[in-house]
């Protein structure tokens, strides 16, 4: 079983700024990795698969990079509906399927 | 578009059994693996269960292994979580997710919630 780590656990970032979050796998991968973003009373919204390719519709200051066990989503000049919690998901190894803890950021 | 319409969620007594329904519509059902994923109050999210496109195979996390069913019905465009034996550690929002090609899931609905109290 493949677990995910996420680090850190809550950033703070004043918007306009850039966040960049982490998620590790225990087990290389490949880029199997998708990011997801999730508001209060909504549900998880795809932002990143493979890696580094963009879902519909996501505006381009979302970014992803890496492969085998370390994995990065960056978002450029952070706007206002960007504080939320994020999550990774490892899909290489896909049963069982595995979310990271999340990472929270929210406004310095 | 592509929608996920959960429903038959609600408070349920431990030991009691409770059917979540998904509701799909926008495209063609039957050619995708659908997933449950739920969310305990304040915690993280939690993969459930998926059932393969031709509902031939289902897979189930170590938590609900033997109480939960995952099953389709495809002429109604329907994903199904049959819970038995219901534990107030299943309390949670309750997701059905689309489950893409390359694995990851890009349509999920709004979410059930479902609340395990005496």
């Known amino acids: 079983e493949i677990v995910l780590t996420q680090s850190p656990a809550t950033l703070s970032v004043s918007p306009g700024e850039t966040a960049s979050l982490s998620c590790r796998t225990s087990?290389?991968?490949?880029?199997?990795l998708a990011w997801y973003q999730q508001k209060p009373g909504q549900a998880p919204r795809l932002l990143i698969y493979?890696?580094?390719t963009r879902a519909t519709g996501v505006p381009a200051r979302f970014s992803g990079s890496g492969s085998g066990t370390e994995f990065t989503l960056t978002i450029s000049s952070l706007q206002s509906e960007d504080f939320a919690v994020y999550y990774c998901?490892?899909?290489?190894?896909?049963?069982?399927?595995?979310f990271g803890p999340g990472t929270k950021v929210d406004v310095k | 578009q592509v929608q996920l319409v959960e429903s038959g969620g609600g408070v349920v007594q431990p030991g009691r059994s409770l059917r979540l329904s998904c509701a799909a519509s926008?495209?063609?059902?039957?050619?995708?693996?659908m997933h449950w994923v739920r969310q305990a109050p304040g915690k993280g999210l939690e993969w459930v269960a998926v059932i393969s496109y031709d509902g031939r195979n289902q897979y189930y996390a170590d938590s609900v292994k033997g109480r939960f069913t995952i099953s389709r019905d495809k002429s109604k465009n329907t994903l199904y979580l049959q819970m038995e034996s219901l534990r107030p550690e299943d309390t949670a929002v309750y997701y059905c997710?689309?489950?893409?090609?390359?694995?990851?899931?890009?349509?999920w609905g709004q979410g059930a919630l479902v609340t395990v109290s005496s």
């Open positions: 926008g495209f063609t059902f039957n050619i995708y693996a």
């Open positions: 997710a689309r489950g893409e090609n390359g694995g990851e899931f890009a349509y």
């Open positions: 493979a890696s580094s």
């Open positions: 087990q290389t991968i490949s880029t199997n």
């Open positions: 998901h490892q899909y290489n190894n896909w049963l069982p399927v595995a």
